[in-house]
Structure formats: structure tokens, C-alpha cells
């Protein structure tokens, strides 16, 4: 009886382990999904920042234009 208690308890560490594990992988899963995530929103970041220095510049020129005018 004791041996099955012993095993019983080794079966809840095991589960408990596991449990431990597939967080960690959930997590690590979330990361990568996270990480995927970031770098198109590098990409759309980079494109808005190109597009508004883009849009000052011409801004700053038309400004310049029309004062010397």
C-alpha cells in the first residue's frame, strides 16, 4: 500500500512538472507569437516614421517656397 502511495505522489510530481513545463512552453509559444507581432509592428512603425519625415520635409519646403515668395 505503501509502494501505490509512493507512486501516486511520483505521478503528482511528474503532473506537476509537466503542468511547470507546458507553461513555460505556453510562454515561450506567447513570446514567439509576441515576437512575430513586434516585427510587423517594426515594420508598420518604420513605414509611419518614413512616411511623416516624408511629409515634414515636403512641408518645411513649401513653407520656405511660399515665405520667399
Known sequence: MASHRDGET?????LHKYAAQEDHLSMTTTIVIDLQWSSQAVVVVVVVVVVV?????????????VVRI
Open 53 to 65: 519625415v516624408v511629409v515634414v520635409v515636403v512641408v518645411v519646403v513649401v513653407v520656405e517656397v
Open 10 to 14: 511520483d505521478t503528482r510530481a511528474v
